[in-house]
């Protein structure tokens, strides 16, 4: 693995603290699910928390990638931290005093998701500002590989936290952990704008989607990781699986965590990604291998089988978000890269949380292994048929760049 990004200082705490407090974050994304299901028995339930947190996602990622073009990235990026803070230490209340009450979670989840909406695309847009342009994609490489670990921990620590300790245990965890984060982006520089300088209203929103739609590879990019997430995260339907085939929650932290752990498996052995320059045709192939791995682990009837398969398919994964990011940050001008980071999060995050909508939503008509192999099934048809028919992306040549 490519660890020369390491090297610069702002980075380094940038990413530790990154890593230290997505432990914690990941604690609250597998609680919380549990916890609703816990209230409710029901996967369709799960899949709202997704859609409880899809609309402030649209609005505020848009609009606070906007506003990272206009005012310091430093500044922003702690403002919007303190909101994800806030609304953890807000649910550890909530089960404190056992509460219960499903529309108040789904109400600081979404809440939640507006720190969230806004730190994301600010924090990604910092990166080509800490680091030289050649090295992007080894940082993007450990920045996905250290959040996979995250994901790896945190998800087999709440098994084990939420079976012996309950709900409040875990999202406490969260709000000790996030202290990390917080110190890293209170020792970052000053980080201004550069260029010509927007307003951030609607109407720089409108502009950042303009130039992206006279732009066929970026809007590729977003477009093939709408279909991956849409049509085969099956996440939603974890906590039903867990309890009806494999055991419960001890079972859950490993289906939560098995993604993650390929995604960590395929950074360690990542020093290969950055030589790749036909990144669009690796997009896509990478993208049908998710969707192909996902689909085969719907039908194992055995838990280490299950996490074996989604490992393979977390390998995929994080080489295609290796090369979405990638992409976005070195084809775009560094004054709409705010602005796309925030469509960029929008789809990253938002596609997960409208697949579990899906995944939950059709489980509930169907069950949950066909809504499960049949949407890793259709993943990869549609985004071999997307390639195809945008041939532009799959000519996209990395040495090539409009903008520099």
């Known amino acids: 693995m490519d660890t020369r990004p390491l090297r610069h200082a702002d980075y380094r705490r940038l990413w530790a603290g990154q890593g230290v407090s997505f432990i914690g974050y990941q604690l609250t994304q597998v609680a919380v699910p549990v916890q609703v299901y816990d209230l409710t028995h029901s996967s369709f339930w799960v899949g709202m928390v997704g859609l409880a947190s899809l609309l402030p996602l649209i609005a505020f990622g848009l609009w606070g990638g906007a506003v990272a ?4 990235r430093r500044r922003l990026l702690i403002m919007s931290s303190c909101t994800t803070w806030a609304t953890t230490w807000a649910l550890l209340l909530h089960a404190l005093v056992d509460l219960g009450s499903v529309p108040l979670i789904l109400t600081l989840v979404a809440v939640q998701s507006v720190g969230f909406a806004v730190s994301s695309p600010t924090r990604y847009a910092i990166i ?3 680091i030289p342009t050649g090295l992007v ?3 993007n490489t450990l920045n996905f590989v250290v959040s996979s670990l995250g994901t790896v921990a945190g998800p087999l620590i709440a098994g084990i936290v939420l079976g012996s300790l309950g709900f409040a245990a875990a999202y406490g965890i969260d709000a000790a952990l996030f202290t990390a984060g917080l110190y890293a982006a209170l020792r970052l520089p000053r980080l201004p704008p550069l260029g010509e300088r927007t307003q951030p209203g609607l109407r720089a ?6 130039f992206l739609s006279r732009q066929p590879v970026l809007l590729m990019s977003f477009v093939v990781d709408i279909i991956a997430m849409v049509l085969a995260m099956p ?4 906590p039903e699986v867990a309890d009806t085939r494999f055991g ?3 079972a859950v932290g490993w289906l939560f965590a098995s993604i993650a752990i390929g995604a960590v498996a395929g950074g360690l052995l990542s020093g290969w990604i950055g030589r790749v320059r036909r990144q669009g045709v690796a997009l896509i192939v990478a993208i049908a291998g998710w969707g192909i791995a996902v689909a085969v682990a719907g039908l194992a009837r055995d838990l280490w089988l299950a996490v074996l398969l989604l490992s393979v398919a977390g390998a995929a994964d994080l080489v295609s978000a290796v090369y979405r990011q990638t992409i976005l940050q070195t084809y775009a001008p560094d004054e709409m890269r705010g602005r796309l ?31 499960w192999v049949g949407g890793g099934v259709l993943c990869a048809v549609a985004v071999v048929i997307a390639g195809l028919l945008v041939p532009s ?12």
């Open 69 to 72: 073009d206009a005012m310091d």
């Open 128 to 130: 080509p500002r800490l």
């Open 137 to 139: 994609p080894a940082a």
């Open 205 to 210: 929103v409108i502009d950042g989607l303009v």
């Open 235 to 238: 996440r939603a339907l974890f």
């Open 248 to 250: 419960g929650e001890a």
């Open 341 to 371: 980071q925030g469509v960029f999060i929008v789809v990253v995050a938002g596609g997960p949380r409208l697949g579990d909508l899906r995944a939950g939503a059709t489980a509930a008509v169907v069950g949950a292994t066909v809504s």
């Open 393 to 404: 992306f799959l000519r996209y040549d990395a040495r090539r760049r409009p903008f520099r």
